[in-house]
């Protein structure tokens, strides 16, 4: 199968067909790449962007259907669908690794001293022991930058979900600015310049930092009791086990998230 719209529908198929004969499972769970995969070649709210999201649409409405049939056989099906993220528009790629060597923080493009991985609109800075004591000044550098939004160094690194007792020293995000692209798609944001995602560019979407869309991501869960309607609860994608483990009767105790409220 492709890596694109054409693998989803088909993978979909052969999901739904699981479903209608899902035997002991206590758990069938389904992943596309649309539309995330080509919102980083597109322009968000683009026509061919649109034609993407209606594809993806039509994987969920499949699946629910197929839901819909368990169901009618008296199955009580928990039915997830979530996205991990959202999408804000390309502003500038901005060279953040070559800006560090020209600084004066680290050595080289290939120097172990200092590691940049970006993540696409924020990113991680990992130091070697010998670089450690470099970290409180480039966490000041960065801050200075019109280029970067919120700087977390050392034990702040713990208020986002990450560890500070590794190599990691210091994680960003880049500058957003909250403005609509010429599809009338809002928020745009600075990307950190990466290797590994050449297909950066303005214009294009890209995500991985704190603004305010990239983290909106989709989350709708039906069945399992839940009370039909919109919940204004707080929702984080570590919760999404814990409330399947909780349908199904399996302990989650110990897990980071907690299942979510059903009314
Ligand atoms: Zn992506």
Redesign the pocket.
């Known amino acids: 199968m492709t890596y694109d719209a054409a693998g989803d529908a088909e993978t979909t198929r052969r999901f739904c067909t699981a479903l209608d004969e899902p035997g002991e499972a206590l758990l069938h769970l389904l992943w596309i790449c649309e539309p995330?995969h080509s919102?980083?070649t597109l322009e968000l709210g683009s026509p061919e962007h649109r034609e993407i999201i209606a594809g993806a649409e039509q994987c969920a409405v499949e699946v629910s259907d197929a839901v819909g049939r368990l169901r009618a056989r008296r199955d009580d099906v928990l039915f997830v669908i979530a996205s991990d993220h959202g999408h804000e528009t390309i502003d500038e790629v901005i060279p953040v690794n070559a800006l560090l060597i020209e600084a004066g923080f680290k050595e080289g493009t290939d120097s172990r001293d200092v590691v940049l991985a970006s993540s696409g609109m924020g990113a991680l800075i990992y130091l070697s022991d010998q670089a450690a004591d470099r970290r409180t000044a480039i966490a000041e550098w960065i801050r200075g930058q019109a280029w970067s939004g919120e700087v977390f160094e050392g034990e702040e690194l713990e208020q986002i979900g990450q560890r500070s007792d590794t190599a990691l020293a210091i994680a960003f995000s880049m500058a957003k600015r909250d403005v609509a692209n010429r599809y009338g798609v809002r928020g745009l944001s600075h990307v950190a310049g990466d290797i590994f995602m050449k297909s950066d560019a303005a214009g294009l979407g890209q995500?991985g930092g704190l603004g305010a869309y990239e983290t909106n991501a989709l989350l709708g869960i039906s069945g399992g009791g839940f009370t039909p309607g919109r919940s204004g609860h707080p929702s984080r994608t570590i919760d999404i086990a814990p409330t399947v483990l909780r349908h199904v009767g399996v302990d989650y105790n110990g897990m980071d998230g907690e299942p979510l409220p059903r009314d």
């Open positions: 995330d919102q980083h995500h």
